[in-house]
Every structure is written in structure tokens, then in C-alpha cells.
């Protein structure tokens, strides 16, 4: 391993050169099932539990959601070995050097809002862990996830490889009370037991299969910066099925322990229910069960700030170029980033849910268009055929603007609102369908097939081209670095 196969990142959005690849693809096994085995997941499953409505129909939505969403979600992760950078400045090669920024101040919001709704689950853990204010564990989450961040690259994988051995140990204990009817904590007449008996009903039925989409989808802006440390050599199909079965496995595992904790203590939170439902066993177990939820939330929150500074440094790169990637320029990303998020997490630690549920609604309308128009691009139009240093380049081939790609981004979104069901807006569509939401379906086909349409006239000359840059094992790694930094 080479000396610059660090403990301790320094790269960012820099290319990553082939001496420097490293890892199996069997990493991102551990990587996606550790990130997404904890209680934020969980959450969402239980906004899929409604008065009402069958928590077998939601176990269906769940399954579908997931299996669908993460074929998305996978596809990006299968770009990272073969281009070595990160997923969101690879969208320039779409958008255009300055287009790029549209989609990318957009999922530095979505990082934030995942950071604050997770800061909050785990601090309620930590509070509930050592009988401390919630305000407190936010600060103690946010120093945890913030030193991980700083670690970088190599400490994150390993971190996740050891939680997914601790979370599934924990939660398959959960899974097995929970399903032999053990009953949400004996000594909490606010978690009696309440069975939902009810039936099929379309609109809480779509929104479960939303909310599976989004929370794999959610992991599409920054996936295959996991996976751009891996060797040129790794295929295709490996860092798809590898990535894909380990967030499969883990969101409808989790979602559904929600699913079925709301479906016995309809209101109740995850954090509070589990705890209780942990006590059974004895206080051992619940300290398990709410270190498991704190570990946890640190695990994907890591995620999060780190997508997120790279997203804001590729924004500012975008207008100021010479930055060097060093540790130094990673702390003074990190950091903001870090407080940021931490300060959202106190704005919405009165009102967790709802507020949770309403982002989670509009964000999946933002998201969507764009990953139809990355994965288009990246898979139909220029089949993994780009020139590296020309991303880096303001005035290189891929242009300032790609007015086709912002035209459907634009156009897939506006597409959307008739199916839309959020908090603040509902389209007829949707209200037909008892307020389904089917949104991010039609922003998927409208955006993509648009670009391709729109396309069509350069797809000729795109198909064509030969890189003979960084996606070529034998570039010259010095001249690509000037290319990147200059």
C-alpha cells in the first residue's frame, strides 16, 4: 500500500490516481448496509404506518420502494472506479462547469436536512443512554460524526464494516421480539399495544413505496464517492450488485422494524419504543439497543457531512479554481458544514417527524430529475466515456452551461407537480389517487428520455469520442493533477 494510502484523508474532489486505488468491491457491501442499518431508516418506516392502513400493504410498499430506488442508487455507485471522482463534479460533464452548480446547492440541502433529522434521533438516544438534555447529545453526535469526517475515507469504510456486525447482531434481537409479540416496554402505559387492523388503501400503499425510493435514491449524489478509491479493474456489475444488496438488505430490514413498531404503538417514536422494547431483555440490552441507534446515526451522518463538503467545495471550486487538496482545505470545509447541520438539528428537534416527513416529500421531487439525466448521460448517451481534465476545465468541451441538460432538468420538475403530495402543495393527480404521490416516476422518465431526445443530435459524436485521460489506467498522474489544481 502506498505511502499515500492514508489513515487520514487529504483528497476531496480531486481525481484519484491508480497508485493510489485500493479495496474491494466487497467493501461497499459493508459500507451501505452499516450506513443504513439504524434508526433514521427506521423512521421512515414509520411515517409508512397510517390509522388504517395494512402494515403488510406497507411491507409491500417498503419491499417494492427499496428494490426499485436502489437500482438508481447502485448505477451511481458503479461509476466511481472507472472515472475516480466524485459523483456530484462528474455532473458537469451534464450540466456544463457553472450548470453544475443548479443540482448541486440542491443536495447540499438534502445533506443538511438528513444531518439535522439524524443528529436528532441520535441525540434522543444519548439522552435517553445517559440521562442528559438533547440539546447535549447533539453537540456529543456532532463531535463524533465530525472527527469520522475528518478521518476521511479509508476510517468511514472501516467504521461501517464494524457497526454492520454490531447493528445486525442488535437489531436481529429486536426483530425476533418484536416478531413473537413481545409488547413496546411493560412499564409504559403510553406503548400499550395497539394492533392496526385495517386494509389495502392506495395513498398511504404509493407513499410507502416514495418513501423507500427516496431514502435509497437519497444516496445517489454522493454514492460513488465510496467507491472511486476502488482499482480501475473493478467491473461494472460488482460495484452494482455489492452496493445494491447491502442497501437492499438493510433499508427493508429497518424500514420495516418501523413499520411494525408504529404498527403496535401507533405515535410513538423509534428511539423511545425500541428503548422500551430493549428494557424487556434487561438494562444491558437497552444500552445495546440505544448505542446501536447512536453508532448509527454517526455512521450515515458521517456520510452526510462528507457528501456535503465535498458538494460545497465543488461549488466553490467552481468560481475560485485553485485550491489544493489538502487536510488543511478539508477542515475548513468540514467544520462549517458540520456546524451548519448542527444548528438545522436544534431547529428541529421539537417537531422531528412532521418536519422530517415534509422534506423527505419535497426532496425526492428536486432529487429524481437529476439522476435521470446523470444516469442517461452516463450509461446511454456517452456509455462511461468522458475526459477527466475536461470536467476540470471552465472552458473545456463539456461547456459553461449544457442548456439540454438544465432545460430537462427543469421540465421533469415542473412535469412532476401534478403527481406531487407534499406539505405544501398537492397536485390534482395526486389527490385523485386518495394523496398518492407517483411524482418521482414521472420526473424519472420525463427528464431522462427528454435529455436523450434532446441529445440525439450529438449522440454521434459523443459515442465516439476516445478519452485519453484519467479514465485510462496509464495517464499521466502529474500532468492531471496541474489539470485539476490549475
Not at 490516481?17 to 468491491?25: F, N
Not at 422534506?359 to 442517461?376: G, Y
Amino acid at each position: 500500500m502506498s505511502k499515500d494510502n492514508f489513515l487520514i484523508e487529504t483528497h476531496s474532489i480531486d481525481y484519484i490516481p491508480p497508485r493510489l486505488r485500493h479495496g474491494k468491491a466487497s467493501d461497499l457491501f459493508f459500507l451501505w448496509f452499516g450506513a443504513n442499518a439504524q434508526m433514521a431508516v427506521m423512521a421512515t418506516g414509520l411515517i409508512a404506518v397510517v390509522p388504517g392502513f395494512s402494515f403488510m400493504w406497507a411491507v409491500v410498499g417498503i419491499v417494492i420502494g427499496t428494490l426499485l430506488g436502489s437500482i438508481f442508487m447502485a448505477y451511481h455507485s458503479a461509476q466511481g472506479p472507472h472515472l475516480g471522482i466524485p459523483q456530484m463534479i462528474q455532473s458537469r460533464a451534464q450540466f456544463g462547469y457553472f450548470g453544475a452548480v443548479v443540482p448541486l446547492v440542491m443536495v447540499v440541502l438534502m445533506y443538511l436536512g438528513f444531518y439535522a433529522a439524524g443528529a436528532v434521533i441520535g441525540a434522543q438516544a444519548l439522552a435517553l443512554l445517559f440521562h442528559m438534555p438533547v440539546s447535549t447529545g447533539i453537540f456529543i453526535s456532532s463531535l463524533a460524526v465530525l472527527l469520522l469526517v475528518l478521518a476521511g475515507y479509508n476510517v468511514i469504510h472501516r467504521f461501517n464494516r464494524w457497526m454492520s456486525y454490531f447493528f445486525s447482531a442488535v437489531f436481529a434481537i429486536v426483530t425476533v421480539l418484536l416478531l413473537t409479540g413481545a409488547p413496546i416496554g411493560h412499564s409504559s402505559a403510553s406503548f400499550v399495544a395497539h394492533p392496526v387492523h385495517a386494509g389495502f388503501m392506495l395513498g398511504p400503499f404509493l407513499l410507502s413505496i416514495s418513501l423507500a425510493v427516496i431514502n435509497t435514491l437519497g444516496y445517489a449524489p454522493y454514492v460513488a464517492d465510496y467507491s472511486r478509491y476502488l482499482p480501475q479493474r473493478t467491473t461494472v456489475s460488482a460495484t452494482f450488485w455489492y452496493t445494491y444488496i447491502g442497501v437492499v438488505l438493510s433499508n427493508i430490514w429497518m424500514m420495516v422494524l418501523g413499520a411494525l413498531v408504529q404498527s403496535r404503538a401507533p405515535h410513538s417514536d423509534p428511539v423511545t419504543g425500541f428503548a422500551l422494547l430493549g428494557a424487556d431483555l434487561g438494562p444491558w440490552f437497552r444500552v445495546a439497543v440505544l448505542l446501536a441507534a447512536t453508532l448509527g446515526i454517526v455512521s450515515i451522518n458521517a456520510l452526510n457531512i462528507y457528501g456535503g463538503f465535498m458538494s460545497s467545495l465543488t461549488i466553490t471550486s467552481t468560481f475560485f479554481r485553485k485550491w489544493k487538496p489538502t487536510l488543511a482545505l478539508r477542515v475548513w470545509f468540514i467544520v462549517p458544514i458540520t456546524l451548519v447541520g448542527t444548528y438545522l438539528a436544534f431547529l428541529e428537534k421539537g417537531n422531528l417527524l412532521n418536519s422530517f416527513e415534509s422534506f423527505l416529500a419535497v426532496l425526492i421531487d428536486f432529487l429524481v430529475p437529476w439522476t435521470a439525466i446523470n444516469l442517461a448521460d452516463y450509461y446511454f448517451l456517452r456509455k462511461g466515456q468522458y475526459n477527466i481534465r475536461e470536467i476540470f476545465n471552465p472552458n473545456g468541451q463539456y461547456g459553461r452551461f449544457n442548456w439540454v441538460a438544465l432545460l430537462s432538468y427543469l421540465v421533469g420538475f415542473v412535469c412532476e407537480f401534478p403527481f406531487m403530495n407534499t406539505a405544501i402543495y398537492e397536485g390534482p393527480v395526486a389527490k385523485w389517487l386518495h394523496n398518492g404521490d407517483v411524482s418521482w416516476v414521472i420526473g424519472v422518465v420525463v427528464a431522462g428520455v427528454l435529455y436523450l431526445l434532446l441529445s440525439n443530435t450529438l449522440s454521434k459524436t459523443l459515442r465516439t469520442e476516445k478519452s485519453d485521460d484519467a479514465t485510462n489506467p496509464d495517464v499521466d498522474e502529474t500532468d492531471m493533477s496541474d489539470a485539476v489544481n490549475s
